[in-house]
Nanobody, 124 residues
Framework: QVHLIESGGRLVQPGGSLRLSCQPSERTGTTAWFRQAPGKDREFVAALSWGGGNRVVADSVKGRFTISGDNAANTVFLQMNSLEPEDTAIYYC????????????????????WGQGTQVTVSS
């Protein structure tokens, strides 16, 4: 069982920035961020596969959000810039031991391990 700990969510004003962190308890092949706003389905945000694998960001946040990783610290970051009220959601970190291929990386059903989520609220 892999445990994932997210941090960094808080209230921020529109146009502001946040950096979320996800630290799995074990090495993962692919780690991803999803988000879920009230009354909406869970939505893929970004994913990173270690060892020179894929790094993918959803079209809806491309140009504003960036995913990166610190291999030594076994931590994945989601840098979020130019935040909008529509970005308000609970952000979840998800992981799996084996790396995912590109065609599967956006699908939540391929991630067996999930964090508890961190709340991001964008409001003035």
């Amino acid at each position: 069982q892999v445990h994932l700990i997210e941090s960094g969510g808080r209230l921020v004003q529109p146009g502001g920035s946040l950096r979320l962190s996800c630290q799995p308890s074990e090495r993962t092949g692919t780690t991803a961020w999803f988000r879920q706003a009230p009354g909406k389905d869970r939505e893929f945000v970004a994913a990173l596969s270690w060892g020179g694998g894929n790094r993918v960001v959803a079209d809806s946040v491309k140009g504003r959000f960036t995913i990166s990783g610190d291999n030594a610290a076994n931590t994945v970051f989601l840098q979020m810039n130019s935040l909008e009220p529509e970005d308000t959601a609970i952000y979840y970190c998800a992981g799996r031991i084996n790396r995912l291929v590109l065609s599967a990386i956006r699908r939540p059903e391929h991630y067996p391990y999930w964090g508890q989520g961190t709340q991001v609220t964008v409001s003035s």
